[in-house]
């Protein structure tokens, strides 16, 4: 079976930066729809930013529009979130998922449509 597992998280300071990276483990991993979901303490799990299989289209929650960007390395089947001028309101676990088929754009934020998730890594952003 697979596993997700991300690596990268720590404690910064707002406006430094910090890049979350995925790899699946285990089974055998296919190029799906991918996302990253954070959760923050005493909140609902929410949606951070998506890509495509291909790794053409991409999509970003408004609170993080600007600052983060996602991307894959479909040959080495990693996933990444690049996250520059973090904010204390960044503060939360980062989860790398993978979407289930078929999959529709409209689906980005909703975590019923995610097959895959990963254990979570902690980002801390002080103030």
């Known amino acids: 079976q697979v596993h997700l597992v991300e690596s990268g998280g720590g404690l910064v300071q707002a406006g430094d930066s910090l890049r979350l990276s995925c790899a699946p483990s285990?089974?055998?991993?296919?190029?799906?729809?991918m996302a990253w979901f954070r959760q923050a303490p005493g909140k609902e799990r929410e949606f951070v930013a998506g890509v495509s299989s291909s790794g053409s289209v991409t999509n970003y929650a408004d609170s993080v529009k600007g600052r983060f960007t996602i991307s894959r390395d479909i040959a080495k089947k990693m996933l990444y979130l690049q996250m520059n001028s973090l904010e204390p309101e960044d503060t939360a676990v980062y989860y790398c998922t993978s979407y289930r088929l078929p999959f529709s754009v409209t689906q980005w934020a909703d975590p019923t449509a995610v097959d895959l998730w990963g254990q979570g890594t902690q980002v801390d952003v002080s103030s």
């Open positions: 285990g089974g055998t991993f296919r190029t799906y729809p």
